[in-house]
């Protein structure tokens, strides 16, 4: 395995390559333990590198067996990890290099490996090396050839990137396929694609007249429920044709679905290799949760032909310059198919869920990095989410028309070329004739604001005065912080609920009647005049940037923004403020405080809610859904007791059950499916619905709910309510729990994405037994630490999803952890990592804790031959 310099590669380090390599041919003979690859390059010096420079081409782990440079021996030194020529011609050349790899030995799943009986390549970040020699960083963009051959029985199927040109048989049983890709690109773009698949396809129309021939490969006998991605797929390239005038650029598409993958997907040029998770879907096999997962990869990957391929990133400091980009498309694309605001209040929790933690803790790092010592590490939230949000708030910031221009004037600058983020920013402050140097903050600064707002009403003079203050914490190497640029959407909602109109003489009132205020200094102070009526402030309308607010709002007020906000994210925002104050409350008289304060109010807005037919029933199922322990822990910062967490909020569920039991009973009713399943959201938003009322029918009255639970288990004719059933059932012990999940892997046994839930489920119990439970899940006939989904499924639910559990004052979550970290590293390293990294909040723990968690950590630096990934997390993680 490679070893990344112990001092860290640095962004301020960036060179320019000293070689260029103009075009690939590469001839790949597959076999499953010794595929040769030839690869010939057409190299040449970058006018722009350092003269006289050495070539030193990258490898990990390979052997080399033959090396010609323009059809000559040539000396050169050559180790698993580098190909090193002394003395190159000052001419372009060609070098030619034979390397043989053993995909059945590739337990990492970066490179050339198996999945199933497929072989398939993953070569983002730095997997290309895997394969062969190469200047394997994301400058270096070459024209790719790619011959593959194989056993025809084997592997009928060969896939690779760009266009077929040419395939044939040969003698032995042999056959071959030739692709050419015509767009240069980097080599974490390359892939190909060897097995004995079936597939779906279609044929696209794009808007200049191409045709362009879609499939979707997948297992035989999958192809049915390959339908749902490539519908979501030709949607992807009619909506990026209508939003940002992005059409596809060759004769085919091709998705191929794997069972083994480390992440989503990858957006290989033209051949995307995904997660079977995100292809596959059937009403019977997955949920709406599920479907929406699919649309949204499927569209994020297609989205990346543009944003990240014909566009790619100089470097991998950059790498938000695609991801945080692409993410913000994938978003947008899904809130236009579906309700913009269920996506918007989705997205936040998300958000808020992943990065927030991230960023509050010692694996904090900026959107855009500027040291790291293992790249895989930094596929993050922060990186992929947050990256979004500041894509939303330059948006909101200049306004949609300059957005526009400015993602016109960057494609139109920037195609074929390996691009930066200040490249990015620089067609917006062009286009918009704005000075952006403040805004690129968010790029570079780590930490999430915290933004104080204290607000002032003068009845007699119908002002209203607020005064905002940013600040943002420390993170690691990065003590002392700037003020960003902050876009505060905002509103007023007077005593009858009315949305009063803004009037303002400020400096900048224009922005602050349009409702947008920005926050560019530390403080800043705003006046409204003509407020007739005490207002209560409807602020940070649709999560307008990713900071947090303070001091908390009145109770009052929020029923207020509850009942009547024109805005439906701060409607949902104020629901959820309304159940951290009551947690918050029931804390406090847990530790003997002052009695908890009566939550009647708040029960009856959202009993209102659930009873008014006119509204979006997703909507509502959002409202019902309360804070998670995770967005608890957060607001509570430090000293967190999971226990304590868990026993408020179980106590909130249950109260708001009991008190709702008979208006979520008539919503139940009155949503009863219709025949037949639709995944569109309108469907999907009534199934929630459903689903969250049965769930706090069961926390209000076990005995009734989990009745309830086991005829919906029954009769359901869908994924999404059966597993709703089952999820509430987890929670009530006894006998039909257990008999429950029996026969729920007895139906599915044969569907490996279904048997996941049934893994994720049974690992999410909040009981003492669980750890147990979890162990002997390890044991069972179907777990494999060779599956990266299936790990998740059991290991990577309990870490994250368990935190009763996890956390247990004996230690036993820990341990569980670092065990099966120590036990996959040396298999998969990557996934190891990621493991690790649920241990990445631990500061903010209560001290016993605090300590377990620090000395599993500790251990599993000490541990003998750790990889370079584990070993980056457990030191952050301890920095
Ligand atoms: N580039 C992929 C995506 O976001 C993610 C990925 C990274 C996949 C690294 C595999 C390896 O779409
Ligand atoms: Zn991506």
């Not at 062009?430 to 805004?439: C, I, M, V």
Request: negative net charge.
């Amino acid at each position: 395995m490679r070893n990344p310099p112990p001092q860290g590669i640095r962004l301020a380090d960036y060179r320019p390559p000293d070689f260029l390599i103009d075009s690939v041919d590469l001839d790949i003979s597959l076999h499953r333990s010794k595929t040769r690859v030839v690869s010939r390059l057409a190299i040449r010096r970058n006018p722009k590198g350092r003269p006289g420079a050495e070539l030193t081409l990258d490898g990990d782990g390979l052997v080399l067996r033959r090396l010609l440079l323009d059809g000559a021996s040539v000396a050169a030194e050559a180790t698993p990890d580098a190909l090193t020529l002394h003395a190159t011609p000052d001419a372009p050349f060609v070098l030619e290099i034979e390397t043989e790899v053993d995909p059945a030995a590739n337990t990492q799943l970066s490179g050339l490996y198996r999945s199933g009986s497929a072989y398939c390549t993953q070569c983002e970040a730095e997997g290309f090396r895997r394969i062969t020699y190469f200047l394997d960083r994301p400058d270096v963009l070459s024209v790719f050839t790619t011959r593959i051959e194989a056993d025809v029985a084997e592997a009928p199927v060969l896939l690779g990137n760009g266009n077929r040109i040419d395939a044939g048989a040969l003698e032995g049983g042999r056959h071959f396929a030739l692709w050419r890709d015509p767009f240069p690109k980097p080599s974490y773009l390359f892939a190909l694609v060897g097995g004995d698949l079936s597939h779906i396809s279609e044929r696209f129309a794009t808007r200049s007249g191409r045709m362009v021939d879609l499939a979707i490969y997948v297992e035989h006998g999958k192809e049915k429920y390959a339908s749902y991605a490539m519908d979501s797929l030709i949607r992807s390239m009619r909506w990026d044709e209508e939003v940002f005038g992005r059409e596809y650029d060759l004769d085919v598409f091709n998705i191929v679905a794997v069972s083994d993958f480390n992440m989503g997907a990858m957006e290989n040029k033209g051949l995307n290799i995904f997660n079977d998770k995100y292809v596959l879907a059937s009403p019977e096999t997955a949920t709406d949760g599920d479907y929406a997962g699919v649309e949204s990869v499927i569209a994020h990957e297609y989205f990346h032909n543009w944003t990240g391929n014909r566009i790619t990133c100089r470097d991998w400091f950059q790498l938000c310059l695609k991801e945080g980009l692409t993410v913000f498309r994938d978003q947008e694309f899904s809130a236009d198919q579906r309700s913009r605001a269920v996506k918007r209040i989705s997205d936040v929790r998300g958000l808020r869920l992943q990065q927030f933690p991230e960023d509050a803790g010692p694996l904090a790092h900026s959107v855009r990095p500027n040291i790291y010592h293992e790249i895989n590490n930094f596929y993050t939230a922060t990186v992929y989410e947050k990256g979004a949000e500041i894509i939303r708030m330059l948006k909101t910031l200049i306004g949609a028309d300059d957005f526009a221009k400015g993602m016109t004037l960057y494609f139109d600058r920037f195609d074929g070329t390996a691009a930066t983020i200040e490249d990015f920013l620089s067609c917006f402050a062009e286009a918009s004739g704005r000075d952006l140097s403040q805004f690129s903050l968010w790029y570079e600064q780590a930490g999430t604001p915290l933004v104080t707002v204290e607000s002032d009403y003068d009845a007699a003079a119908k002002r209203l005065t607020l005064s905002f203050e940013q600040s943002t914490p420390a993170t690691p190497g990065q003590s002392e912080k700037k003020p960003f640029v902050i876009p505060l959407a905002l509103g007023l909602i007077g005593e009858n609920g009315d949305e009063i109109p803004l009037v303002s003489r400020e400096a900048g009132a224009q922005e602050c009647e349009r409702g947008l205020i920005e926050l560019t200094t530390q403080k800043r102070v705003v006046a409204f005049e003509n407020v007739g009526s005490h207002p209560v402030v409807s602020l940070l309308r649709g999560f307008s940037a990713p900071v947090r607010l303070a001091p908390p709002q009145a109770a009052e007020d929020l029923q207020r923004l509850l009942a009547h906000d024109s805005d439906p994210f701060n409607r949902w925002q104020a629901a959820q403020s309304l159940a951290l104050r009551s947690i918050f409350a029931r804390i406090e008289a847990a530790r003997g405080g002052p009695a908890a304060e009566a939550d009647g109010p708040f029960f009856d807005a959202l009993g209102r809610l659930v009873e008014a037919p006119e509204r979006d029933p997703s909507l509502v199922a959002q409202a019902l859904s309360l804070p998670s322990d995770i967005d608890i822990a957060r607001e509570i910062g430090r000293d967190v007791d999971p226990d304590v967490i868990f026993s408020a909020r179980s106590g909130l569920r249950r109260d708001l059950g009991r008190r709702l039991s008979a208006a979520l009973a008539d919503a139940r009713a009155r949503l009863v499916p219709a025949e037949g399943f639709s995944p569109d959201a309108g469907s999907a938003g009534r199934r929630a619905l459903r689903n969250a009322a049965l769930d706090l029918i069961a926390a209000g009255d076990p005995g009734q709910g989990g009745a309830l639970a086991e005829r919906q288990f029954g009769e359901a004719t869908n994924m999404t309510d059966r597993l709703a059933a089952l999820s509430t059932l987890s929670l009530l012990p006894g006998e039909a729990r257990e008999a429950a999940f029996e026969a729920f892997y007895a139906r599915y046994a044969g569907d490996h994405l279904v048997l996941d839930k049934w893994f994720a489920l049974q690992s999410t119990i909040p009981e003492a037994e669980t750890t147990k439970r979890v162990a002997q899940l390890m044991e069972h006939k179907d777990f494999s630490l060779a599956n990266p989904n299936r790990v998740r499924a059991v290991v990577g639910a309990f870490a994250n999803g368990n935190p009763t559990r996890f956390h247990a004052l004996d230690g036993s979550g820990y341990d569980l952890l670092a065990s099966v970290v120590l036990e996959l590293d040396p298999k998969n390293p990557q996934l190891a990592a990621r493991l690790l990294s649920a241990l990445r909040s631990w500061r903010s723990l209560e001290e016993r804790r605090r300590k377990l968690a620090e000395a599993t950590l500790r251990r599993v630096l000490a541990a003998p031959a750790l990889s370079a990934d584990v070993s980056d997390i457990a030191t952050r993680a301890l920095g």
